[in-house]
């Protein structure tokens, strides 16, 4: 017998970040002082009134519950969605799954065929071509500019549509420039979304994570005639500290959320009951340390942008949200460093690791070279000794 893996994985390329990440760890092992840049998730503890939610349930809840959820967390996230985005839902219109990567893992299974299109600006989060491809579906990556916000225009969408296109993923704020759509923006794009009939898949997990007063709109709250081929993503994850709990769910016409809901009846069956209980409390309970998280993380931001700013040939536009700096470091390009040249941002990112003891993610990995993503969900005092170590760096190049 020939052992071998199916196609589908098979095909499936190697993380870029893995190379960086298993170099930061060499280092690190060594003794050298490596600062990660690289993590996706807030470095708070999750609030305490949600951990206390989760205690008193696991004297409760040990059996399976309803596959998409139990009722209190799907009418917590009907509220709480109806605050936010000022739509309502049924019940019948949420599905709730172990975080919101297996929601959009989900979605991909029930929505794409093989050859069908899938439209995902660029820089896009990793997960969503890879998904896509998993269930034989061609990403069509549309390039966004960092002159005009990352944010992509209804002209370049209209241009990308085609007869294949089967659903567009939009991700605002985004991972990983920290870009959010105006209201003026969502209201130009569903001008152009109208004109199609695909679906519309908008992921909202930093809708809460914005800064400076950003007035953060959802687009279905812009464009709720779009509802019936609208999915709307979210979850507790980097709101409320929560990212090892795996809650995130779908806002969906019922069909859709049916047919997740299906599918996942055939594989996690419900996610973990102390977990959706622990999410009531997040939805539910005091919002302060929201308040408090996002608080530091506007701090973080403003000293991050304003340090990358100050460092000759690098430069980073003011992200609106989510927890990610993307500057722009082609200012570096062509310049050396110990006799060896800097081609492009892995080169960067790889030399900034060895040099600056700083692991940050090459942008190529999202589709965008000549980028670094910088997160700043990190302390204040790793996020100066790293912008001083690579501005020490910067220096030094010939
Ligand atoms: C843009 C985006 N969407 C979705 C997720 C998934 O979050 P989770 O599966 O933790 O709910 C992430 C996490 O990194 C993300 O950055």
């Known amino acids: 017998m020939t052992f071998e893996l199916a196609s589908r ?227 507790v994850s980097k709101t409320y500290a929560m990212t090892g709990w795996r809650i995130g769910w779908a806002l969906a016409p019922a069909a859709v959320a049916k047919a997740v809901d299906k599918v996942q009846g055939q594989s996690t069956t419900n996610p973990t009951a102390v977990a959706q209980h622990a999410a009531v409390a997040a939805l539910r309970g005091d919002k302060a340390p929201v308040a408090a998280m996002v608080a530091a993380f506007a701090e973080r931001r403003r000293a991050i942008v304003d340090g990358l700013n100050a460092i000759d040939g690098i430069s980073c536009r003011e992200p609106e949200g989510a927890f990610y700096a993307f500057p722009n470091v082609t200012g570096l390009l062509g310049r050396s460093a110990g006799g060896q040249v800097l081609t492009d941002d892995l080169a960067v990112g790889k030399w900034l690791l060895e040099t600056a003891g700083c692991a940050l993610v090459p942008g190529t990995e999202f589709g965008a070279p000549g980028f670094l993503r910088m997160s700043y969900a990190t302390s204040m005092d790793n996020i100066e000794r790293g912008l001083a170590k690579i501005r020490a760096a910067v220096a030094e190049l010939g």
Not at 12 to 29: W, Y
Not at 122 to 144: C, D, H, M, N, R
Not at 160 to 189: F, H, M, Q
Not at 205 to 213: A, N, P, S, T
Request: charged residues 25%; contains cysteine; negative net charge.
């Open 9 to 235: 994985v098979r095909s499936m390329p190697p993380s870029a970040t893995l190379a960086i990440t298993q170099r930061a760890s060499e280092l690190a092992a060594a003794g050298h002082d490596v600062i990660g840049f690289g993590v996706g998730q807030p470095d708070f503890v999750t609030p305490s009134h949600i951990l206390d939610a989760a205690r008193e349930a696991l004297t409760r809840s040990s059996g399976y519950t309803a596959v998409r959820g139990i009722g209190p967390l799907l009418e917590a996230i009907r509220d709480e969605s109806l605050r936010r985005r000022r739509v309502a839902h049924d019940t019948s219109e949420i599905v709730v799954s172990v975080g919101a990567k297996h929601t959009l893992f989900n979605l991909a299974m029930v929505l794409y065929e093989p050859g069908d299109e899938v439209i995902i600006p660029a820089p896009y989060w990793v997960s969503y071509p890879a998904q896509v491809e998993l269930f034989g579906g061609v990403p069509k990556i549309v390039e966004t500019h960092e002159a005009d916000g990352f944010r992509l225009s209804p002209d370049a969408l209209r241009a990308a549509v085609s007869p294949r296109t089967k659903a567009i993923i939009l991700c605002s704020p985004s991972n990983p420039t920290g870009a959010a759509y105006r209201r003026e923006d969502l209201e130009a794009l569903a001008g152009a979304l109208r004109e199609g009939d695909y679906w519309i898949l908008t992921d909202e997990i930093y809708g809460e994570l914005v800064y400076d007063g950003f007035d953060q709109v959802s687009l279905l709250e812009v464009a709720p005639d779009l509802r019936d081929r609208l999915i709307v993503v979210d979850g």
